[in-house]
């Protein structure tokens, strides 16, 4: 974990321009992902995510997270090349409630039609820095042997 991205991914969540994927696995271990835009930081610090529908895929992954504890991954992207990826676990649930039905209301208000099966907090473990020049550094520093051999010249 670099201590940017550590410090820069909550700054990147806010962005509205920031490309979010949720990444969750199934019973035998394959991962689903979903690009979504409703992934936050709610006013305690938690990572929260809203499902939508109940009967998605990636519902059934978080509930398998949560039952067995197993990691999810939360990719965001900025626009600068910003690139950090979460790892965690979901925590909680919440499908009742006047917390549920805040949330619910937003949703009804942000989508014509839209409805709100799940929201999920999730705990965030790990924090790591992908951005290609992040990870160029790395490889020059830790793996050089790697290099092609004209670079090697230069």
């Known amino acids: ?12 969540l806010a962005q509205p321009q920031t490309v979010a994927l ?6 035998n271990g394959e991962p689903h992902t979903v690009l979504t835009d409703s992934l936050h930081l709610d006013s305690d610090g938690h990572l929260v995510y809203l499902e939508y529908l109940e009967s998605s895929q990636i519902n059934k992954n978080l509930v398998r997270s949560l039952w067995f504890k197993k990691k999810i991954s939360v990719t ?3 626009t600068d090349g ?9 925590s909680h649930v919440i499908v009742a409630g006047p917390l549920f039905e805040s949330y619910y209301r ?10 709100l099966s799940t929201v999920w ?16 550094e790395d490889q020059d520093l830790n793996h050089a042997i790697v290099a092609h051999l004209d670079r090697l010249s230069k």
């Open 76 to 78: 965001l992207l900025g």
């Open 82 to 90: 910003a690139n950090i990826q979460l790892k965690g676990i979901p």
């Open 1 to 12: 974990m670099t201590l940017n991205a550590k410090l820069e991914w909550k700054n990147l």
């Open 106 to 115: 937003s949703v009804r208000d942000k989508i014509d039609d839209g409805d």
């Open 121 to 136: 907090q999730i705990d965030v473990l790990d924090v790591i820095d992908e951005s290609w020049q992040i990870r160029k």
């Open 22 to 27: 949720l990444t969750a696995a199934d019973a």
